[in-house]
């Protein structure tokens, strides 16, 4: 079965600063991978999505993520945040097919923004 | 558009009633989805629907019941709650033909069983 480990339950980073979350997947074949947002009280908004060829894909709000195959990895970066980024952030995968079955969530990193 | 809406917004039970919580989206997608979010667990995947009048389980089933009599409803019942089954619902809905392979998500519904 598909899984995905979000490291860091809880990130700190200064406003302006660049920011990385980590996320890895376990899953056999060439996995579908997503990173949602979720506002507090809100629900999940789609930042980006990666299903094939170019390994490094934009997302909104200035969010960029890169596959990784070697490292089974699809981390998150941003290189200046902004105090509207504090939220928490999930990773997710779907099997083959684009996760027509539903995707499997990693538990979230919680990300704060210092002024 | 309302794109997907949830129905309620929020939900007391006391343990042993039942409730049905609704979804209801404005799309035409033929995929929908029933997850819960219980703190530092992410969302799991409770039960799906690939079209009108199909459901299948996903990770979490057990004490759920769903139905999809039509296209753009999909309704998750609990027959008789339970205090672990206090969470936030969440409903999706995708359309997964013509690389439309996203997910997008209602507002959510709180449930605190008691």
């Known amino acids: 079965a598909q899984s995905v480990t979000q490291p860091d339950i809880h990130i700190t980073v200064s406003e302006g600063a660049s920011l990385e979350l980590r996320c890895n997947y376990s899953y056999g074949a060439t996995p579908y991978l997503f990173w949602y947002v979720q506002s507090p009280g809100q629900g999940l908004q789609l930042l980006l999505k990666y299903f094939s060829g170019d390994t490094l894909v934009q997302g909104i709000k200035g969010f960029e993520a890169e596959f990784k195959r070697s490292q089974s990895s699809f981390n998150l970066r941003k290189p200046s945040v902004h105090w509207s980024d504090a939220a928490e952030y999930f990773c997710?995968?779907?099997?083959?097919?684009?996760?027509?079955?539903?995707?499997?969530f990693g538990k979230g990193t919680h990300l704060i923004i210092q002024p | 558009n309302a794109g997907v809406t949830q129905t309620p917004k929020f939900r007391v039970l006391k343990t042993g009633q039942s409730m049905t919580l609704l979804c209801a989206q404005d799309?035409?997608?033929?995929?929908m989805y029933w997850y819960r979010q219980d703190p530092g667990m992410g969302l799991r995947l409770i039960h799906y629907?690939?079209?009108?009048?199909?459901?299948a389980k996903g990770e979490v089933p057990d004490g759920y019941n769903v139905s999809r009599l039509k296209k753009q409803n999909f309704l998750l019942g609990l027959e008789s709650a339970a205090p672990s089954q206090t969470s936030v619902y969440f409903c999706a809905t995708a359309r997964w033909s013509a690389r439309e392979e996203t997910q997008y998500f209602g507002p959510g519904t709180r449930l605190l069983v008691l």
């Open positions: 997710a995968v779907g099997e083959s097919g684009g996760g027509a079955d539903g995707l499997t």
């Open positions: 629907s690939v079209g009108e009048g199909t459901t």
């Open positions: 799309m035409n997608h033929e995929y």
